[in-house]
């Protein structure tokens, strides 16, 4: 009896045959990325009065067609009737996931793959330490990325005329949001 009472479900996630164990979030930037993105998101959902769509935290397990299911750090789900109790079936509109450096293999190459191959329309990898925002729009089955970095006044000045003509913290992306980089990694 003792033994159930003590018994702690680990937080995973399953791609293909494979299952990883998920492990706690220990820096705080990583939150507070996560935060920042789910506030901007509902806010902007809000703002529009778009009630179909719900904007979930690393709080839900999203499950595929293939059997693979993962919990990602953002997400937005607009088929809120494929929301059951143990998580979500279906491919939400958008994914963000939060570079840990424990996570980097696991994000860029596995959950990327499994991303596309499943359809989900938009993905962004979110790196704290490089401050960019990789921004993956799915498109003929393939994902185009763009990328995009904060950079602080040092790295500005180091950029050449025509770059710093060119470079913005700012990109749009679900529903015509515009996202700015300083919002995110305030």
Known sequence: MSEALSYK?????KIGEEYFVMSPSAN??????IANLVWKFRDHL??????????????IDVHFEDGSYVIPDVSIICDIENIKRDGFYGVPKLVVEVISPSSIKHDTERKFKLYEEQGVPEFWLVDYNTKSVTQCILENSKYK????????????????DKDKEIYTTKFKTFEDLEIDLKDVFE
């Open 28 to 33: 705080p930037k990583h939150g507070m990325v």
């Open 46 to 59: 809000e703002k529009l009065g778009i009630k179909k769509c719900k904007v979930f935290s690393d709080t």
């Open 9 to 13: 479900p680990q937080k995973g996630e």
């Open 145 to 160: 990325k763009e990328i995009y970095v904060l950079l602080d006044e040092y790295e500005f000045k180091l950029l050449n």
